[in-house]
């Protein structure tokens, strides 16, 4: 038996936290390369290594920050999109939070201090959790759906 999703005007909200979550790693990927200037790491070098250059942890955290983005986005994108599914409105708030913290983490981390990454950017892994919990919660609708 087959389920039929209708897409409320609410899902709209999570397709543009979406949008403004690709708007803000275009903004990351600027701010590395600009780090790649001012501390003179060329590419292909993804990381800068400390006996030659001065300035490589600086840099690295910089990189870093933008890195951990791009690997936690995809999972972002996928729970964002899924949850939203049933629970649009609640799914683009966590999804919004989740950005701003990840503005945050950026901020903290290319200060060249990893901790200050967690000082507010931390609380994205609550975001997370939520949209994790509005995926699971879609699928167990579908499921229980399916069965009646």
């Known amino acids: 038996m087959a389920v039929s999703i209708e ?3 609410e899902y709209g909200y999570v397709v543009l936290v979406l949008v403004a ?3 803000l790693n275009f903004w990351m990927s600027f701010q590395v390369g600009k780090a790649r200037k001012k501390y003179k790491v060329f590419y292909p070098t993804m990381y800068a290594v400390e006996s030659e250059n001065k300035d490589a942890k600086l840099f690295n955290c910089v990189q870093r920050g933008h890195q ?10 996928v729970m964002l999109l899924l949850g939203g599914l049933q629970h649009p409105t609640i799914a683009a708030g966590l999804g919004a939070f989740y950005t701003v913290a990840r503005f945050f983490y950026f901020k903290g981390y290319a200060t060249g201090v990893p901790e200050n990454r967690l000082k507010i950017g931390g609380l994205n892994f609550l975001a997370v959790f939520g949209l994790i919990i509005c995926t699971a919660s879609f699928g167990i609708n579908l499921v ?3 069965t009646l």
Do not use: D, G, H, V
Request: proline residues 5%; without cysteine.
């Open 7 to 9: 897409l409320t005007k």
């Open 21 to 23: 979550y690709a708007f």
């Open 68 to 77: 951990n983005s791009l690997e936690m986005m995809p999972m972002f994108f």
């Open 144 to 146: 229980i759906r399916e």
